[in-house]
């Protein structure tokens, strides 16, 4: 294994992501608790994260998270009742809150935000770019 991804999240949520300043509806934050809790419970985080982003516009009409919730239950088939308890749980916010800092502490800016040995990749969310950081690492 030659590269490894690590997705830390960054609500634009001041509930949850202390470098926000504007507090929404807590919908973002439990999106990004949502796909910590599919891992952890069905080893899905990623699945969950790629549909959440497919259907993110969905969300946006959303204003309390227990509907975003029920929602992505619906869709995806998910066990309500155990995500809710899990997105729900002080352990999940912590996490979410953690990881938010990280990224204020990096400076972080604005999502999708990504970094290659721990420096800013500007514009990194387009393939070619990082591939092009890839080779370059790769071919050193």
Known sequence: RDVELIFKPFPLDGICNPAIKTKGNGVRCTLAELVFCEEKLNQKGWKSHR?????QEDFMGFNAPDEALK???EKTGGDLAKLKTCTE???TFALIQKMA????DA????TPSFFVNDKALEQGNFIPLLEKAYNDLKNR
């Open 71 to 73: 929602y992505y239950s």
């Open 51 to 55: 549909w959440i982003f497919e259907h």
């Open 89 to 91: 749980s002080s352990e």
């Open 107 to 110: 400076n972080v800016q604005g």
């Open 101 to 104: 800092q990280e990224g204020a």
